[in-house]
């Protein structure tokens, strides 16, 4: 045991350098030097005093060591060399003087990262020259591809992006992913890097794709697919809230109608502006600049984007919605009613969008306002106030409240859906036809069956909405006894045009 102790002694004290310059202790480093302590020496984890020396941004203590021939290429347990934790700080003079004593430019860390693409990412632009003009290869693709060019333009350092663009960097390399040079900077909203890149020659338009299989990028690998094929520049700014860098991709001729991913900006707005309320869903997203929402949506009508525009056949769930709602056949107005956004339903009637358009199974936007669509209450985007004023907007912009959808639901089937109790008695009162919506649906669900519970997606009664259903039924001499059907007719349910067929 006293031998043990008596070697980690010995090696506290042959480290006692590195110590020294660790604890900044600069009466002490001189003196160590003086009496040639230690100068290559290291700790247990393998880190010199050279190493400490560029940690702390010290470049006096750094030419001292290097004059007294300090080891400069020395690499820590974890490969780390003192050239390594200068680029991490971005300290260009650093860099320079270690590089003049013999550091090799292009060293790596063990996941592949570059010096150079350490210096990109912290915004050292003196070291990234530095490095550059010692042949570091602005090319040079760590694990996952990644390069140098790319960690710039994610952390929005335009000079340096331009830098090594003059230097001959790839502004088209790619990712597994997909993604380029320009969607981490449309992902950021980092508008001067986006300008730059399309100096460069980028395509403004250009869509987010996979490498082909075979390629030196390609990845078998689920986490590593795009977010959505064909995602433009300007479509992922939008999802990011970067309102402003996005007029700028369109003034530089990105498609203001771009619909690649199956919804266009105005469309995709809809769900940045209210994403769901659940728990498990992303907030807002913060975005940047100072461009709201609202003008946004403007400007880009103003440029030619399309406010009636429909969605195409096959178009997905967006992101950040369980709304269940149909999805082929949409205008932005009628998405923007799914979200139950007043504000932006107005904003877009004012430029001219339809407020009556319906989807391809004729689902109107006073039904999605009115909950349609809704499998998870509560957690949706749209609360029962916000229903309260997108339904009040409809009925005052003329939107037929007996409209029945090619589903066989109408309005007030949407109001049970959500568990909106209000709404039941707001379409009553504005003289809902109680004989057109007490008929079945294709499922054989009346709004009083859904408020019950009897529904798809599990058993959600609501007392309050059973309540106002019941009330506004016996009020009217309806019966609301017979048969309930069971969760698994619900689904097995075939099926079959509407009573009455389709208003």
Same mark, same amino acid.
């Given at each position: 045991?006293?031998?043990?102790?008596?070697?980690?002694?010995?090696?506290?004290?042959?480290?006692?350098?590195?110590?020294?310059?660790?604890?900044?202790?600069?009466?002490?480093?001189?003196?160590?030097?003086?009496?040639?302590?230690?100068?290559?020496?290291?700790?247990?984890?393998?880190?010199?005093?050279?190493?400490?020396?560029?940690?702390?941004?010290?470049?006096?203590?750094?030419?001292?060591?290097?004059?007294?021939?300090?080891?400069? @290429?020395?690499?820590?347990?974890?490969?780390?060399?003192?050239?390594?934790?200068? $680029? +991490?700080?971005?300290?260009?003079?650093?860099?320079?003087?270690?590089?003049?004593?013999?550091?090799?430019?292009?060293?790596?860390?063990?996941?592949? +990262?570059?010096?150079?693409?350490? =210096?990109?990412?912290?915004?050292?632009?003196?070291?990234?020259?530095?490095?550059?003009?010692?042949?570091?290869?602005?090319?040079?693709?760590?694990?996952?591809?990644?390069?140098?060019?790319?960690?710039?333009?994610?952390?929005?350092?335009? !000079?340096?992006?331009?830098?090594?663009?003059?230097?001959?960097?790839?502004?088209? %390399?790619?990712?597994? /992913?997909?993604?380029?040079?320009? #969607?981490?900077?449309?992902? +950021?909203?980092?508008?001067?890097?986006?300008?730059?890149?399309?100096?460069?020659?980028?395509?403004?338009?250009?869509?987010?794709?996979?490498?082909?299989?075979? /390629? %030196?990028?390609?990845?078998?690998?689920?986490?590593?697919?795009?977010?959505?094929?064909?995602?433009?520049?300007?479509?992922?700014?939008?999802?990011?809230?970067?309102? +402003?860098?996005?007029?700028?991709?369109?003034?530089?001729?990105?498609?203001?109608?771009?619909?690649?991913?199956? #919804?266009?900006?105005?469309?995709?707005?809809?769900?940045?502006?209210?994403?769901?309320?659940?728990?498990?869903?992303?907030?807002?997203?913060?975005?940047?600049?100072?461009?709201?929402?609202?003008?946004?949506?403007?400007?880009?009508?103003?440029?030619?984007?399309?406010?009636?525009?429909?969605? %195409?056949?096959?178009?997905?769930?967006?992101?950040?919605?369980?709304?269940?709602?149909?999805?082929?056949?949409?205008?932005?107005?009628?998405?923007? =009613?799914?979200?139950?956004?007043?504000?932006?339903?107005?904003?877009?009637?004012?430029?001219?969008? !339809?407020?009556?358009?319906?989807?391809?199974?004729? /689902?109107?936007?006073?039904?999605?306002?009115?909950?349609?669509?809704?499998? =998870?209450?509560?957690?949706?985007?749209?609360?029962?106030?916000?229903?309260?004023? %997108?339904?009040?907007?409809?009925?005052?912009?003329?939107?037929?409240?007996?409209?029945?959808?090619?589903?066989?639901?109408?309005?007030?089937?949407?109001?049970?859906?959500?568990?909106?109790?209000?709404?039941?008695?707001?379409?009553?009162?504005?003289?809902?036809?109680?004989?057109?919506?007490?008929?079945?649906?294709?499922?054989?669900?009346?709004?009083?069956?859904?408020?019950?519970?009897?529904?798809?997606?599990? #058993?959600?009664?609501?007392?309050?909405?059973?309540?106002?259903?019941?009330?506004?039924?016996?009020?009217?001499?309806?019966?609301?006894? @017979?048969?309930?059907?069971?969760?698994?007719?619900?689904?097995?349910?075939?099926?079959?045009?509407? $009573?009455?067929?389709?208003?």
């Amino acid at each position: 045991m006293a031998l043990v102790a008596t070697g980690a002694l010995a090696l506290a004290e042959e480290a006692e350098l590195a110590d020294a310059v660790e604890a900044q202790q600069h009466h002490l480093i001189r003196s160590l030097l003086d009496e040639g302590q230690g100068l290559n020496v290291t700790q247990v984890d393998g880190m010199a005093a050279i190493h400490w020396a560029a940690y702390h941004d010290d470049v006096e203590t750094t030419r001292l060591l290097i004059d007294a021939g300090a080891n400069i @290429g020395v690499a820590n347990r974890y490969g780390v060399t003192p050239l390594s934790l200068a $680029a +991490e700080n971005g300290n260009g003079a650093l860099i320079e003087a270690l590089l003049e004593a013999g550091a090799d430019p292009k060293a790596v860390l063990r996941g592949g +990262e570059t010096v150079l693409m350490t =210096a990109s990412r912290t915004g050292g632009l003196e070291g990234v020259k530095a490095l550059l003009a010692k042949g570091a290869d602005p090319n040079a693709v760590e694990a996952r591809h990644q390069t140098a060019l790319m960690w710039a333009a994610a952390e929005g350092h335009a !000079d340096i992006v331009q830098e090594l663009v003059d230097a001959g960097a790839d502004v088209d %390399a790619r990712l597994g /992913s997909g993604y380029t040079s320009i #969607f981490f900077a449309a992902r +950021e909203g980092h508008m001067t890097a986006i300008q730059v890149l399309l100096a460069a020659g980028v395509d403004v338009n250009g869509g987010l794709e996979r490498p082909k299989e075979g /390629s %030196a990028t390609f990845i078998e690998n689920p986490r590593d697919k795009p977010i959505d094929d064909g995602m433009s520049p300007l479509l992922l700014a939008v999802r990011n809230g970067h309102f +402003e860098v996005a007029l700028e991709l369109v003034e530089a001729g990105a498609d203001p109608n771009d619909m690649r991913t199956g #919804f266009t900006p105005l469309h995709t707005v809809s769900w940045v502006r209210k994403p769901d309320a659940s728990d498990t869903g992303d907030p807002a997203p913060v975005g940047s600049g100072n461009v709201t929402s609202l003008e946004f949506v403007s400007e880009m009508v103003s440029l030619g984007a399309d406010i009636n525009a429909v969605l %195409a056949p096959e178009t997905g769930r967006p992101p950040h919605t369980a709304s269940r709602l149909a999805r082929e056949g949409s205008t932005p107005f009628l998405m923007a =009613a799914d979200r139950a956004d007043a504000a932006l339903m107005q904003t877009l009637v004012d430029l001219g969008a !339809d407020p009556l358009l319906a989807n391809a199974e004729l /689902s109107t936007p006073l039904m999605a306002a009115a909950g349609l669509g809704t499998t =998870a209450p509560l957690e949706e985007a749209g609360t029962e106030l916000d229903a309260q004023q %997108a339904v009040q907007l409809l009925l005052g912009l003329g939107a037929d409240i007996d409209a029945v959808d090619s589903n066989g639901e109408t309005s007030m089937h949407g109001a049970t859906y959500a568990h909106f109790p209000s709404i039941v008695n707001l379409l009553s009162d504005h003289g809902a036809d109680i004989e057109v919506w007490t008929r079945q649906n294709e499922r054989g669900l009346t709004p009083l069956f859904i408020a019950e519970g009897h529904r798809g997606g599990g #058993f959600k009664p609501s007392r309050p909405t059973i309540d106002a259903v019941m009330a506004l039924m016996l009020g009217a001499g309806a019966s609301t006894d @017979g048969p309930r059907p069971r969760i698994r007719d619900i689904y097995e349910k075939k099926p079959e045009p509407p $009573a009455g067929g389709i208003r």
